[in-house]
């Protein structure tokens, strides 16, 4: 077994359509990044590749690649999902906390598991999400940033 943690953390910018755990929610911040900005994905793509010993989402998807900017985030964790394949590793769980005042994400949770599950090619058990706020403190209590932490578990290939 092997465990990674990820955390990944992104201003807001202007009011649109919010890209988060490969959902989008209309009529909310968007977050500013390289890609589409989506925190959640990100923080996961961080603790596989941790759990996996290769590095950081940063070290695949430099910000300064112009193949990457804009894309969809979920392309991006289906690519470290190809990687895990390859190193002769599978997904057993992950554990994602989404830190945010706003908007309130209870309602788009179960479609959040159903993407990143997808992605990966594992159960919608095997993805859990949660949100939480940050009790007004701060940057992400004020409502300018949005965090995501997670926790990745790796197992060998199964047979």
């Given at each position: 077994?092997r465990v990674?943690?990820?955390?990944?953390?992104?201003r807001?910018?202007d009011?649109?359509t919010?890209?988060?755990?490969?959902?989008?929610i209309a009529?909310?911040?968007?977050l500013?990044?390289h890609?589409?900005?989506?925190a959640?994905?990100?923080a996961?793509?961080?603790?596989l590749l941790?759990?996996?010993g290769?590095?950081?989402?940063?070290q695949h998807f430099?910000p300064d690649?112009?193949?990457?900017?804009g894309?969809?985030?979920?392309?991006?964790?289906t690519?470290?999902?190809?990687?895990?394949v390859?190193?002769?590793l599978?997904v057993?769980?992950?554990?994602?906390?989404?830190i945010a005042?706003h908007?309130?994400?209870?309602?788009?949770?179960?479609?959040?598991?159903?993407?990143?599950?997808g992605c990966?090619?594992?159960?919608v058990?095997?993805?859990?999400?949660k949100a939480?706020?940050?009790?007004r403190?701060?940057?992400?209590g004020?409502g300018?940033a949005?965090?995501a932490?997670?926790?990745?578990l790796?197992g060998d290939?199964?047979?």
């Amino acid at each position: 077994m092997r465990v990674g943690t990820g955390y990944d953390v992104h201003r807001f910018r202007d009011t649109g359509t919010l890209r988060l755990g490969g959902i989008d929610i209309a009529d909310a911040p968007l977050l500013a990044g390289h890609s589409d900005g989506d925190a959640l994905i990100h923080a996961i793509i961080d603790a596989l590749l941790g759990a996996a010993g290769q590095g950081d989402i940063g070290q695949h998807f430099p910000p300064d690649d112009p193949s990457t900017a804009g894309i969809d985030s979920r392309e991006l964790l289906t690519r470290v999902a190809r990687l895990l394949v390859a190193r002769g590793l599978h997904v057993q769980n992950i554990d994602a906390t989404v830190i945010a005042e706003h908007p309130r994400l209870a309602a788009f949770i179960p479609a959040m598991r159903e993407s990143v599950a997808g992605c990966l090619g594992v159960p919608v058990s095997a993805v859990n999400v949660k949100a939480t706020t940050h009790e007004r403190l701060g940057s992400l209590g004020s409502g300018q940033a949005l965090a995501a932490m997670a926790v990745a578990l790796l197992g060998d290939a199964l047979p």
